[in-house]
């Protein structure tokens, strides 16, 4: 897979996309070639309100720390809690936690495992259709009405 790398702010709560009216501080390279999501959408086959639903759950994933871990962590411990919001990195944790699977029960017992595959665990739609045992390009239809539900829950316009 071609890999597109582009410069983004880095912040609390992820890379930022550019256009942003704060200066820069500190910016990352992020390779948007590597989410699944990212690659249905730059084709057209997602709108940007699906696209951005599969990228909060990814976001709410990654924050609730779900995905497995195979080694020590070495996450910086920082003795003043983090972000501005007065919670702690737990209760920011359990928070996450608690959206993400807030979101997936919306998407719904159908519907979820194709999401989860594609936007969390960031498999491409023809490996999760044959993983799930479904038709070729069937995937891009149920993902659709997953994320619209997912977008329905985190009130994406």
């Known amino acids: 897979m071609p890999r597109k790398f582009v410069e983004r ?18 910016s990352v390279t992020v390779n948007l070639a590597e989410s699944p999501l990212t690659w249905l959408h730059s084709r057209g086959h997602l709108s940007d309100r699906q696209f951005d639903a599969g990228e ?8 609730a720390q779900l995905s497995p871990s195979v080694t020590m962590r070495w996450d910086p411990v ?18 996450a936690k608690s959206r993400f699977d807030g979101a997936m029960a ?8 194709i999401l989860w595959r594609v936007a969390c665990a960031c498999e491409g739609l023809p490996y999760a259709e044959k993983a799930l045992e479904w038709p070729a390009r069937s995937g891009k ?6 994320l619209d539900r997912v977008a329905d829950f985190y009130r994406i316009r």
């Open 141 to 146: 239809l149920v993902l659709k009405l997953a």
């Open 9 to 26: 702010e880095l912040t609390p709560e992820g890379p930022r996309r550019a256009g942003s009216a704060r200066p820069r501080r500190r």
């Open 78 to 95: 920082r003795v003043d809690g983090g972000g501005g919001d007065g919670l702690t990195p737990s209760e920011r944790q359990l928070s």
């Open 106 to 113: 919306e998407a719904g017992p159908g519907l979820k495992d």
């Open 56 to 63: 909060r759950l990814r976001a709410d994933y990654e924050r």
